[in-house]
């Protein structure tokens, strides 16, 4: 089921390293690594996303490296910010990434929407900043593992840059961190990594399988009544987009909600469920008697179970 090209990209589907059984669905995330540069250090590192604004798919972070002495090669192959290369030039260019295992590594980190989404609405929250932050740093923690001498490490900044840099730096010891708005642009190393995962995002939307056409035993179903509104173009992915808004009015479900290539916990999604969607009122019927329980104050306290009153317990929120 392929998502819709930008103006003047290819649509063709191709395989890529990073994703391991196409014709399967994403349901939880994982993390790709390449195989390891053989090159004498120390290194470089990169870091970048693809797909952190999007109602729609995985968020993707990727690192890329090399060899320091292998730098002025690097900034001769042709990287740069992702986004502003074609789709044909970022497969290219992948290729250039897979065609000097001595030199060059990459790795990536697919964040499922659903994890994204969990992450956020869990209590107490995980924010997008703090899961993309714990992305960058298991990426480099494990291309360290990999036994790999790092001393640059650059990445596109998420905020205030100097507070990241300073953390990074006191996460990983002796390794050179730059924190820095438009790092894709700025650095090659970065430039790679942004290839790697928007190569990546864009395979996973383009041909994207939907876990809601399978049934429990993973077989597909005969009649998955929802394909035809879903097949429908699905623009950028961006909010703003009108054929996102679009298609996500006209996926909704209004009892059972989105596809999980949703992002739910996006504010748009949350006002198109509460407009749309019907409405539900859960109810615990035993938690007027779990109240009664812990309630004191005057002419409830004999009302208090014994364990409640032994232990002194006075609320719920004091468990």
Known sequence: ????????????HRTVPSIPDPSSPLTASYTYHSPTPTAAGPYILGVDEAGRGPVLGPLVYGVAYCPAAYEDTLNELGFADSKVLTADTRSSLLDTL?????????????LSPQAISSGMLRRPPVNLNRQSQDATILLIREVLQKGLELSEVYVDALGPTKPYEAYLTSMFPGISFTVTAKADSKFKIVGAASVAAKVTRDAWIEDWR??????????ALEDPSMNALWDSPRGSGYPSDPKTQAWVKSSLDPTFGFPSLVRFSWTTIKVVLEKNGHATEWIDEGQASLVKAFETGAGREKDRCAVTKDLSIKSIASL
């Open 98 to 110: 897979n065609g000097d295992p001595t030199n060059l590594g990459w790795s990536v980190r697919v």
């Open 1 to 12: 089921m392929a998502g819709e090209a930008s103006p003047g990209e290819s649509s063709g």
């Open 210 to 219: 939907y876990e809601e056409d399978l049934a429990a035993d993973g077989t």
